[in-house]
């Protein structure tokens, strides 16, 4: 079965400039949260979506936002990049089962951002 | 909210040494995962284990969910095992993995 696929692998932008990052889940998975890593903040969560709805969010600005389609596809969106934007955003699938307590997470191989 | 804390900081071992990186976290937990961050940044899952011991190879992990602590146990570390690792755990109110600092391993051959 194929992992958590995330697109670009890299990226550069300028300040002020809006970015949309894409992750597809692993098969069958309908949960997709989002994560940012920095060096000084290290991993915090951004949002989870669970069947096309926001489920769970980060405490993290109105700039930073995202959607799931009804493949269970994910994308996040940035907008008026900052500096401190920059990050490795790592994209996670679970499979939910019903109310079970199971939520294993998978994670992607992650964008890295760059903002000039 | 929930507290993750992650020892030691770094820890640096000679090839063939064992180890033990410890977790504890501040409240009750629905799960735990430990993960090894590769050099490019992807988190490998090692151990899903909210509740008791697991295996896998040289590497185990022991939950004691009741006194809120996490031990990753690596034993004949090899080169290969260098890198940073993290525990998270998901609080019982959400569905979001909160992350420790991490413990940077380094072996040396």
């Known amino acids: 079965k194929a992992g958590v696929t995330q697109t670009p692998r890299y990226l550069i932008k300028t300040r002020g400039q809006q970015v949309t990052l894409s992750c597809s889940p692993i098969s069958g998975h309908r949960s997709v949260s989002w994560y940012q890593q920095t060096p000084g903040q290290g991993l915090q969560f951004l949002f989870e979506?669970?069947?096309?709805?926001?489920?769970n969010k980060g405490n993290f600005p109105g700039r930073f936002s995202g959607r799931q389609f009804s493949n269970s596809r994910s994308e996040m969106n940035v907008s008026t990049l900052e500096l401190g934007d920059s990050a490795l955003y790592l994209c996670?699938?679970?499979?939910?089962?019903?109310?079970?307590?199971?939520?294993?997470?998978?994670f992607g191989p992650g964008t890295r951002l760059t903002v000039l | 909210g929930i507290q993750v804390e992650q020892s030691p900081p770094d820890l640096i071992l000679q090839e063939g040494a064992n180890s033990t990186l410890r977790c504890n976290f501040s409240d009750s937990v629905n799960n735990l995962q430990w993960f090894h961050q590769n050099p490019w940044g992807q988190l490998i899952n090692l151990f899903y284990i909210p509740s008791g011991t697991k295996q896998n190879g040289r590497l185990s992990a022991t939950t004691v969910a009741t006194e809120r602590y996490s031990l990753l146990y690596i034993s004949s570390s090899q080169t290969t095992d260098s890198g940073v690792y993290f525990c998270?755990?998901?609080?019982?109110?959400?569905?979001?993995?909160?992350f420790g600092k991490g413990t940077t391993l380094s072996v040396s051959s």
């Open positions: 979506y669970f069947s096309e709805t926001q489920r």
């Open positions: 996670a699938s679970s499979f939910t089962r019903g109310t079970a307590n199971y939520n294993e997470q998978f």
């Open positions: 998270a755990v998901e609080s019982q109110a959400g569905t979001a993995l909160i």
